[in-house]
């Protein structure tokens, strides 16, 4: 298949880990360990194809409202994918990995984990892997808003040059493409500000089925969009 561009910035929100272990007749956890699964693989994958930055969205501010037992797991599978030997890969690969939203309301391990992290990748310049954790948003654009003010920042002073310096993902370019898994044609709070002239693709694909091929045909719808940004 031949692919004529790829994005700098991808963002994909990942969706469909439960329904797919409903169809398999599996439990909501299985679904969730397989997405994770895949999650290594369509990231090397990303990496092979020369996309710089890789934004998931892994956790959103809304999916606090699931069952605690839901919830617990899913703190422990994000623990556990930050383990020393999957750390130690990133780092050889060169990735910078970067945890985008409310880490204070995450578990203390899974902050520690995310300290380490960061820590060991910092200067790595080949890639961008930004996980989007307890991430919306609307409340990352609130956190640029009440820093500004702190800041006290006059109000002719404030840009959107400004605005951007003030973001979680401040630093970083725009998405230039979005994907979205599991059949469902909405943003859900992600990237809310950076997406303003982002390209979507949806597919009926879950997450956990979402392969290369998958992946190959989303790239290439994009390289005949015409992004003209209102020129």
Known sequence: MSIIKVPFHLGIIIDGNRRWAKKKSLLFFQGHRKGLNNVQKIGDYCAEKE???????????????????????????????????????????????????QREKLPQALQERIKEAEKLTKNNKKRILNLAISYGGRPEIIQAVKNIIKKKTPANKITEE?????????????????????????LSNFLTWQSAYSEFYFTEKFWPEFTKKDLDKALLDYSHRDRRFGR
């Open 51 to 101: 996309i710089k930055i890789l934004t998931l969205y892994t956790f959103s501010t809304e999916n606090w409202k699931r069952s605690k037992k839901e919830i617990s797991f899913l703190m422990k599978l994000l623990t556990e994918s930050l383990n020393k030997k999957n750390l130690q890969e990133l780092h050889k690969k060169n990735i910078k990995l970067q945890i985008i939203g």
């Open 162 to 186: 400004l605005i951007n310096k003030n973001l979680w993902t401040a630093g970083l370019p725009y998405p230039d493409l979005i994907i979205r898994t599991g059949g469902a044609k909405r």
